[in-house]
């Protein structure tokens, strides 16, 4: 029988005893010297999966037949809940390539109408994906590996040729109201027919501003990320800044309209 699909509402800088205490599914715990891992794992055939219903001061996600909710906390810097992430069920094993990438497009949309909006890695030149045509490949601009390359601007959809001619894991970046989100898709390709058909996961994490900065620091330094930050993103702006001068260089447009967004630890 079909019953009622459980709703999860789940926010970020909650305690995570309250984050539990609120589930109408039970959190699994496993923890290894102090980090922790909450985790609620359905079976994809489950009828009644959970939906989530994320929301952080304005920042909101709906996202329906979520297979796998998890969070890590790392008890040295508190009890609260500074990350999640949602892995949805998708569309069934071996679906063609385009009906998936129509389904994920499907999701950048939902979430840019949901005030979504792109993130450029500070180190990463801030080219649109409408000028993403004057660059040759997908995996570096100018020779160099970049976390925000202009084939993963949300706002224009892949061509079916640079979708498999990219490696098998996709991300999109996105930012609001304090909250980074990433949009993160792992493609599998079919034995049988594997240009045309394949599986895929796709998941959506959002972090906290302490816990998306912690991750550009060695474990040693995490604890003094707020003092050590204006040093890394100067040299992050001085790399971008280098790369969107060789992109001028080579008739190429810049987003001069896009500003990093503000870090509340800096006073911004």
Not at 40 to 56: E, G, M, T, Y
Request: with cysteine.
């Amino acid at each position: 029988m079909v019953g009622t699909k459980p709703v999860l509402q789940l926010a970020l800088d909650v305690p995570v005893a309250d984050m539990q205490a609120a589930s109408p599914l039970p959190f699994g715990k496993s923890c290894i010297e102090g980090v922790c891992w909450y985790e609620i794992d359905k079976s994809a055939n489950d009828q009644n999966l959970p939906s989530v219903v994320f929301s952080q001061q304005g920042a909101t996600i709906r996202a329906e037949n979520v297979i796998n909710i998890s969070s890590v906390v790392n008890e040295q810097y508190g009890q609260s809940v500074q990350n999640l992430k949602f892995t949805l069920r998708g569309l069934p094993d071996n679906s063609s390539h385009e009906k998936n990438i129509d389904f994920i497009y499907g999701i950048i949309n939902e979430l840019i109408a949901q005030g979504w909006r792109h993130y450029y890695y500070p180190s990463s030149p801030r080219i649109p994906g409408s000028e993403a045509i004057k660059l040759s490949g997908g995996e570096t601009v100018f020779g160099e590996h970049v976390r925000s390359h202009p084939w993963f601007d949300p706002s224009i959809k892949m061509s079916l040729d640079q979708w498999l001619s990219y490696p098998s894991v996709y991300e999109w970046h996105f930012y609001q109201h304090g909250v980074y989100l990433t949009l993160e898709v792992m493609r599998s390709d079919s034995e049988k027919d594997p240009k045309k058909n394949g599986n895929y996961l796709v998941s959506l994490a959002v972090q906290n501003e302490s816990d998306f900065w912690h991750g550009h620091f060695e474990e040693k330094d995490m604890a003094r990320w707020v003092t050590l930050l204006p040093g890394l993103l100067d040299r992050y702006h001085a790399k971008r800044a280098a790369s969107e001068a060789k992109a001028r260089a080579n008739g190429i447009k810049i987003d001069e309209t896009y500003q990093d967004p503000p870090i509340k630890a800096l006073g911004q």
